[in-house]
């Protein structure tokens, strides 16, 4: 079974502490990672898709990295308006199957000004 | 600007209604999602469909139903509304496999 692991499940930091996110997967064979932004009352924001190991994407204060057993976003500098629930999620080969995402419960950063 | 819309974005009803909930997309995308989540836990998957005509269960079981007619609609149903659905559902897109899905803003329901 598909399994993703976020943590921690909450972080507060202050404004400019840099820190990371993580997220550890347990797949049969990963087609792609995602990472989502998620509001309070909205739904997730797309942000990332890493696709293999040792993979790097960047937005802005955001960095997300891929090894072959986890995710890490990286928030470098947050401001207060990077607070929110950051998700996890994994998509796998599915032979004919749903193709759709398994995902973590998320952490819920909160920057403090 | 929202291209996936969904509504109502707020329903409270009693036990026993039939109720639909409405999924709109403005993209164009073949691929289409149901999602159910509650406050603090995972997003499950409960519908899916790949195009007009296809519609599939996911991986959490749920009493709803839903239909695929034309390509940019995508309508759940639960024909006898009980507390137990009580949750947030959400509805997403997306252009091909491997692409980040788009979310619409969710339809909280509350049933009584």
């Known amino acids: 079974e598909d399994q993703v692991t976020q943590s921690p499940e909450a972080l507060r930091l202050q404004e400019g502490e840099s820190s990371s996110l993580n997220c550890s997967y347990t797949v049969s064979g990963l087609r792609g990672l995602f990472w989502y932004r998620q509001d309070p009352g909205k739904g997730p924001e797309f942000l990332f898709t890493?696709?293999?190991a040792g993979e790097e994407k960047e937005k802005e204060r955001l960095k997300a990295t891929l090894t072959k057993k986890e995710s890490f976003l990286h928030i470098t500098a947050p401001k207060p308006e990077d607070s929110a629930t950051y998700l996890c999620?994994?998509?796998?080969?599915?032979?004919?199957?749903?193709?759709?995402?398994?995902f973590g419960k998320g952490t819920h950063l909160i920057i403090q000004p | 600007e929202a291209d996936i819309y969904q509504t109502p974005r707020y329903l409270v009803i009693g036990t026993g209604k039939k109720i639909t909930l409405e999924c709109s997309q403005t993209?164009?995308?073949?691929?289409m999602y149901w999602y159910q989540q509650d406050p603090g836990m995972e997003l499950h998957l409960i519908h899916y469909s790949y195009g007009v005509n296809s519609t599939e269960k996911g991986d959490l079981s749920s009493e709803s139903t839903v239909s695929r007619i034309r390509t940019e609609h995508f309508p759940l149903t639960l024909e006898s509304a009980r507390p137990s659905h009580t949750s947030q559902y959400l509805c997403a897109s997306s252009e091909r496999d491997s692409y980040g899905y788009t979310f619409g803003s969710g339809t909280r329901l509350t049933v009584v």
């Open positions: 993209m164009g995308h073949d691929k």
């Open positions: 890493l696709y293999s």
């Open positions: 999620a994994v998509q796998v080969y599915s032979g004919g199957g749903a193709d759709g995402l398994t």
